[in-house]
């Protein structure tokens, strides 16, 4: 039996589903239950009846899932599998911008540690930011960790007072203005479409600026043939999978999270056979965490 079959039968025996996000390996894609953005998976996670969940991402996520879902199962391929980006918040730095600012909300990117969301009134992804800040009676909006999405949310929303937090994703901020120019005069005809995660400079040259999935519909839904994609490289995936008759170009080689790319099928066939890798948050941090993750899941409806 082939470690997908493998797969297959102990999703069936032990009543799991997976979720993957688009930037794991593309034959994890291919065998998942539900693939998609952090925002996406989140609402799975939510509604799903499994007993098992297996979730083929980086930490974050995980432990995401685990406050949305306390009677089920939450485990991970591999635990090392985790988000820079989620550790670029600090809880001190927050306690100091609610006793320096009145009518504060704090808004938490999903990429952040469950101890973050404890101490943040909203959770947001990079899909449904814009929404939500602007859906807040709050004027002051402490922004974290991501300061290149915030930037972005705050430009959208210029009747809020945005302050940002300085974290930000290595791969994505990574690129340069240099490096855009160099794709869009090897592929004229392309289109270039980038993630918010990415720099002001990067987003100044883009065709289309948006989440995952937004990137993914927008290629879908539009008359181009050819594309410059500026997210994480298992994008590809998905939207060559949607758009067979496109062609779509990576900005250059470092276009890789290596912490996703740890999910394989071997780690998922063994952590389903031993039920092992199990993200737990106690059930106070659970408590708090829960809240804003539900009030994202309210405001994004």
């Not at 100091?96 to 009145?102: N, V």
């Not at 973050?116 to 807040?136: F, G, H, M, P, Q």
């Not at 929303?157 to 974290?167: A, D, F, I, N, Q």
């Not at 952590?271 to 899941?297: C, D, F, Y």
């Amino acid at each position: 039996m082939s470690v997908t079959e493998e797969i297959r039968r102990l999703k069936k025996e032990k009543n799991a589903v997976l979720l993957a996000h688009y930037y794991v390996p593309d034959e994890v894609q291919e065998i998942a239950d539900f693939i998609g953005d952090s925002y996406y998976l989140s609402k799975k996670a939510a509604q799903t009846q499994a007993d098992i969940l297996v979730f083929c991402g980086v930490r974050f996520m995980g432990e995401s899932a685990a406050i949305l879902n306390p009677g089920k199962k939450v485990l991970m391929p591999d635990l090392s599998a985790d988000c820079a980006m989620a550790h670029m918040a600090e809880v001190e730095r927050i306690k100091e911008m609610r006793e320096r600012y009145e009518d504060l909300a704090v808004v938490c990117y999903i990429n952040s540690t469950a101890e973050i969301k404890t101490y943040s009134d909203v959770c947001v992804t990079s899909a449904n930011a814009v929404k939500i800040v602007k859906a807040l009676p709050n004027r002051n909006i402490y922004f974290i960790p991501d300061g290149n999405l915030g930037r972005y949310v705050a430009e959208q929303v210029p009747e809020k007072h945005v302050l940002l937090g300085g974290g930000y994703c290595p791969v994505h901020a990574a690129w340069t203005a240099e490096d855009a120019a160099r794709a869009k005069a090897e592929y004229p005809g392309a289109k270039f479409l980038v993630h918010p995660e990415c720099t002001k400079e990067l987003l100044e040259q883009a065709d289309y600026i948006g989440s995952t999935s937004g990137i993914i519909e927008f290629a879908a839904g539009d008359d181009s043939r050819e594309y410059i994609i500026g997210t994480e490289e298992g994008v590809l995936y998905e939207l060559k999978k949607q758009n067979p008759d496109k062609v779509f170009y990576t900005l250059n080689e470092r276009q890789i999270c290596g912490d996703m790319k740890l999910v394989t099928l071997e780690k998922i066939q063994a952590v389903l056979e031993h039920e092992t890798n199990e993200i737990t948050v106690t059930q106070e941090m659970r408590q708090q965490a829960l809240a804003p993750l539900k009030r994202m899941l309210e405001l994004a409806k």
